[in-house]
């Protein structure tokens, strides 16, 4: 087994990080096999005992970190476990290896892409607010919406809460008397956010699926079927919110004095219409 830096094997077993490894060891506080070691030894973490101030240190073998992608239906809830009984997630993902856990959250009554994984730092990458990886929707509203409810709600809209959501990049692709159905893309990943947007224009959410994140589609995945990420889907994902890390740092530099919010640019079009404003 390849050797290691000391100070590096401490830190990435969580108990310190590297700069005060380096001054752990030096205050002569850390043996490996029970000899005193100086700053830049190294030491096999698999093999060689390590102990600081007298405790020895169970070494953990780097975890091997696992990407899945749910179709989630209807009726169950984003968690790992419920105290009401109810149907969770991880009753779809029985049969994998490790235990993993939701990326995010939709709610009981929605359904679609759902991603699972047993990789922190993926999964706060994902989740970061100002990251804004962008998330796909197939939205069906009624009464049906109107031309004024459409542009509002890609303008951006605000919720109960008082605050107000980013630009939305909404096609609508079912235009009926009763109903509408949207595709709307979104970038933030506020609580029920799409149902407190249509809320807040005076239309009820009756259906909402997640068809995509990202570059990261639903496809033929059937309801309560998954299937692990492909590389090049990680690959993308991890892209995306770096991209989205770019644009935060971009805004923010270009954000007025006195912190007054510039017009949004969402869009919006119906079926054979013009496009109205642009993407967002």
Do not use: W
Not at 112 to 130: V, W
Not at 189 to 204: F, H, P, S, T, W
Not at 249 to 270: C, I, S
């Amino acid at each position: 087994m390849a050797q290691e830096r000391i100070q590096k094997v401490m830190a990435e077993q969580g108990l310190c990080s590297r700069r005060a490894a380096e001054q752990i060891i030096e205050e002569g506080r850390v043996k490996v096999n029970g000899h005193p070691v100086k700053l830049g030894d190294k030491m096999d973490p698999h093999q060689d005992i390590l102990s600081v101030d007298g405790q020895r240190v169970d070494i953990e073998r780097k975890r091997e970190f696992y990407y899945y992608m749910l179709n989630k239906p209807r009726g169950f809830v984003t968690t790992t476990s419920d105290e009401l009984g109810r149907k969770t997630v991880m009753d779809l993902m029985k049969d994998v290896p490790v235990r993993v856990f939701p990326v995010g959250r939709l709610d009981k009554d929605s359904e679609g892409l759902l991603l699972l994984t047993n990789d922190g730092n993926f999964a706060n990458l994902m989740m970061h607010p100002s990251h804004g990886v962008s998330k796909l929707y197939r939205v069906t509203v009624r009464p049906r919406a109107t031309e004024e409810q459409v542009v509002a709600l890609s303008k951006g809209v605000t919720l109960d809460d008082g605050t107000v959501t980013q630009p939305a990049v909404i096609n609508v692709v079912v235009d009926e008397p009763e109903r509408t159905v949207m595709e709307m893309t979104i970038r933030e990943g506020k609580n029920r956010e799409i149902r407190r947007m249509c809320e807040a224009v005076g239309l009820e959410v009756i259906r909402l699926r997640r068809n995509a994140m990202g570059a990261v589609k639903l496809g033929m995945l059937q309801p309560g079927e998954y299937r692990e990420l492909a590389k090049s889907e990680l690959n993308a994902l991890r892209a995306a919110a770096q991209r989205g890390v770019g644009r935060a740092r971009t805004e923010a530099a270009a954000k007025p004095a006195g912190g007054a919010r510039k017009p949004a640019n969402g869009a919006a079009r119906r079926p054979g219409g013009p496009k109205q404003g642009r993407k967002g």
